[in-house]
């Protein structure tokens, strides 16, 4: 025999533990220990009808803690002290006599603690507990509703369990609607409780001025800065491109906007695509990979020197596509400004100025003197480190001189004032390097520790060339080469794809992934709109077949059935203007285009491969491309 008042008291103990879950590693210090005594506390007090604050106490507490908070509610900061003023009023409702009322209040606290913390962070964790407490919530309602009829109520094992079957019934149609309704009703990229949740405004890795000396240091947290999703890449092309930075300005490297010179081109390998997932960040700056050729999926302007700057505040989740071409040259078609990127801080030390005068004064030839340069910074055996850094008047002496130690910020600095004071072009270029590659998932994982800045001279070709002089540190392979690049274990690895696959499917999904779906519903249906009913019963019998064959072949399609389509296409246009010898059963695309010497071939075949053979769809870019490319063959 079990007691119904029992139960409830079980109940609204797992309840507010499954609420409070979520939040309890954003609690303070002195409110978490209270919490967590207090659902095993309160359990212990119904059983016993014995409660430490009386009354008029308990409304003091639950006062003067919603006041506490309060006060802590800023414009930058509103989600944090709500959901612990609702712990507290959760907490002394746990610690004091309860009616059926108060059984309800515990239930709708723990509900708004949960949406309280879906504010604050919105993992995969988040759905496991959202179901738990539906499920336990309903449980409790159920439970509810026959105690207030009898408060006194004892009942069997066999009437327990119809009880829970018909409380498990109602959640499961709940939450099979809000599966539902999350597909079908319209969505927003900006939700309306998107001021609630304001992002955080301190950038951690990425900096947007660069000043050695300051002690700050440029990589310091193993905070997520995005994941891209695409092929892995080799060591030296893993560099993540955000920012510029081209002018001094009191011991700061700066951005200012460059003078008009020719576009830029990218020449060089067949591009690679990336879908990057970016966390939210103050700046609008969108991380691509370096060389990026075309960025779609959000509104952005370009800039000369190679930056994707969003038009709206990168203050949410979302997901953009990358097409970049890694080792490849960046060469201007034109003019450039090469006095804008000849000036250099207006302090600099003798043994610097010395430096330069020697690698000038070696060579007229550009390569010669970027050559000299490298070979300099090798022959100083400097180490990377991020303590124990250069400080002082002149940290860059310093640091090529003296202590011959720092991070990515010094090598960079110090290279580009040597190369500008010995007449080579020279920019900063801040971003990331490196990452760790999630096989499962089949996506890289950067973090802000990853925080990069290296640099880029003006060749003699009238090409950036990227150069790292990170990289000639002594111990770059056991510190640069080896931050955040830890192998994600099995359990890391399934842990953070969850994750992935939870902000892909969830977080990001706005209203033109919802369009995009409702189109391919809508052609599926069309497909079907074309089946026509013949005459007589027996013609009837078999349309209605092949209509539910054709219906199961349509439902069964897999996902590369548009994909099938374009390749049969492009065959039959080949076959049409060259005749059926030239398609041999075992000649790939790449291969036709060279042999026919056709330039549409070659990008369909491009185009195709990048996505047929990393497993995914192609966007509808490239769809559209691959379309214009057919009819000109």
Request: aromatic residues 10%.
């Amino acid at each position: 025999m079990v007691r119904i008042k029992r139960l409830l008291d079980l109940f609204s103990g797992v309840v507010a533990l499954l609420s409070m879950g979520p939040v309890l590693a954003y609690l303070d210090r002195l409110l978490l220990p209270v919490v967590l005594l207090a659902i095993p506390a309160g359990y212990w007090c119904d059983r016993r009808e014995q409660y430490p604050l009386p009354t008029w106490l308990a409304t003091l507490v639950a006062l003067s803690g919603m006041f506490f908070y309060a006060l802590q509610i800023t414009r930058a900061e509103v989600a944090i002290p709500v959901v612990h003023a609702m712990v507290v009023l959760l907490t002394v409702r746990l610690l004091t006599p309860k009616a059926g009322r108060d059984y309800l209040q515990i239930f709708v606290l723990a509900l708004f603690i949960l949406a309280g913390s879906s504010l604050i962070h919105l993992e995969i964790s988040f759905v496991v507990y959202l179901v738990l407490l539906v499920f336990s919530v309903t449980l409790g309602l159920v439970f509810l509703t026959v105690y207030v009829t009898d408060q006194k109520l004892v009942m069997s094992r066999q009437d327990l369990m119809k009880l829970v079957k018909v409380g498990f019934v109602i959640p499961a149609i709940s939450l099979l609607l809000m599966m539902i309704f999350f597909v079908v009703l319209p969505r927003t990229r900006h939700p309306l409780w998107n001021f609630l949740n304001p992002s955080d405004k301190g950038v951690v890795g990425l900096a947007e001025t660069v000043q050695p000396g300051s002690f700050a240091k440029i990589s310091g947290t193993k905070e997520l800065a995005f994941r891209a999703e695409g092929p892995e890449l080799a060591p030296e092309d893993r560099y993540w491109r955000a920012l510029v930075l081209n002018q001094s300005k009191e011991g700061r490297w700066v951005r200012s906007d460059p003078p008009g010179e020719g576009a830029p081109r990218i020449e060089g390998p067949a591009p690679v695509i990336f879908m990057i997932y970016p966390e939210p960040r103050s700046d609008r700056y969108l991380m691509t990979l370096d060389r990026a050729t075309l960025v779609t999926g959000v509104r952005h302007e370009q800039t000369v020197d190679q930056m994707y700057i969003a038009r709206s505040a990168l203050d949410r989740r979302f997901r953009f596509e990358v097409r970049a071409s890694p080792g490849a040259r960046l060469r201007v078609a034109g003019n450039v400004n090469r006095e804008f990127y000849l000036q250099t801080p207006a302090e600099i030390s003798q043994r610097m100025r010395q430096v330069s005068a020697d690698i000038h004064d070696g060579s007229i030839d550009v390569t010669v003197r970027i050559d000299a340069l490298a070979e300099f910074f090798r022959d100083q055996e400097l180490s990377y480190a991020e303590d124990d850094l250069p400080s002082g008047p002149d940290p860059i002496d310093a640091f090529l001189f003296v202590n011959k130690r720092g991070y990515c910020e010094f090598f960079a600095s110090a290279y580009m004032t040597l190369a500008r004071l010995a007449g080579i072009p020279a920019r900063l270029v801040g971003g990331y390097y490196g990452g760790d590659y999630n096989p499962m998932g089949g996506y890289y994982l950067v973090t802000e520790a990853t925080a990069h800045v290296w640099v880029e001279v003006l060749a003699g070709d009238n090409s950036w060339q990227r150069i790292d002089p990170s990289q000639w540190a002594t111990n770059a392979a056991t510190t640069l080469g080896a931050r955040d690049r830890d192998q994600l274990s099995a359990l890391r690895q399934l842990a953070d794809s969850l994750n992935y696959h939870w902000v892909q499917a969830v977080v990001v999904f706005d209203l033109g992934q919802q369009m995009s779906l409702f189109r391919e519903a809508g052609d599926r249906l069309r497909s079907l709109r074309t089946l026509r009913a013949p005459d007589g019963w027996w013609k009837v019998a078999g349309g209605l077949l092949v209509g539910v064959t054709l219906l199961a072949g349509v439902l069964s399609l897999r996902r590369k059935s548009k994909e099938a389509r374009l390749l049969e296409e492009f065959r039959s246009r080949v076959k049409k203007r060259y005749g059926h010898e030239v398609l041999s059963p075992g000649s790939g695309l790449a291969e036709l285009g060279d042999q026919l010497d056709n330039e549409n071939c070659r990008e369909f075949a491009r185009i195709y491969y990048g996505a047929i053979f990393r497993d995914r769809l192609l966007t509808r870019p490239e769809r559209v491309r691959l379309k214009g490319l057919l009819r000109r063959i």
